[in-house]
């Protein structure tokens, strides 16, 4: 087993169990009464992700690795688990709103509005320049952008009502 395929299979096993935890925290928000919004543009998302991972896999398997993008990979993934563990429960993959719950604005989210999407997007560019595949990174980083640019409008304006609506229930 080369070092890259070992980094990819720890990759591949963090995206999977994440979307298994996404997946239970999705069926219980629903069941909590919270409401999916946007659902249609999912499937791209997912095939973007899928398609980049699969690309990892076919081309850089066998790539040697740069030491400096794997470090900086290894730090966006602290980025990551602080969001994940400040949105607890709520982490999901989809657009889920629970109405009357205020949002999150600890953490990261007092910083920045999405952060999670701002450490994806630095992730599909750093790993594949971890295995010196810049020209996924790129083509990754657009489609990315592109589907980015989808979610971002709709789960602002998602956000939007659900802050309108804790405010309605809290005057």
């Known amino acids: 087993m080369t070092l890259a395929e070992l980094i990819l299979g720890l990759v ?12 239970r925290n999705t069926r219980k928000l629903l069941a909590r009464g919270a409401i999916e919004l ?11 992700h899928a398609g980049w991972l699969m690309s990892l896999w076919l081309f850089g398997r066998h790539q040697d690795v740069n030491v400096i993008a794997l470090a900086a990979y290894l730090a966006l993934q602290g980025f990551r688990g602080w969001v994940f563990w400040t949105l607890g429960a709520r982490w999901t993959t ?14 990261p989210y007092r910083y920045l509005s999405h952060p999670n999407y701002a450490i994806v997007a630095c992730e599909i560019a750093v ?4 295995l010196h595949l810049t020209w996924i990174a790129v083509l990754f980083t657009i489609l990315n952008a592109a589907v980015l640019a989808v979610r971002i409008r709709t789960e602002n304006r998602a956000l939007a009502a659900s802050r309108e609506m804790t405010t309605a229930n809290g005057s």
């Not at 109405?99 to 604005?105: I, T, Y």
């Open 12 to 23: 591949t096993l963090q995206r999977g169990g994440e979307l298994m935890v996404a997946h």
């Open 38 to 48: 946007a659902p249609g543009h999912y499937p791209l998302i997912v095939a973007v």
């Open 127 to 130: 790993l594949p320049l971890t």
């Open 94 to 107: 989809r657009i889920i709103i629970v109405p009357a719950e205020p949002l999150v604005s600890a953490g």
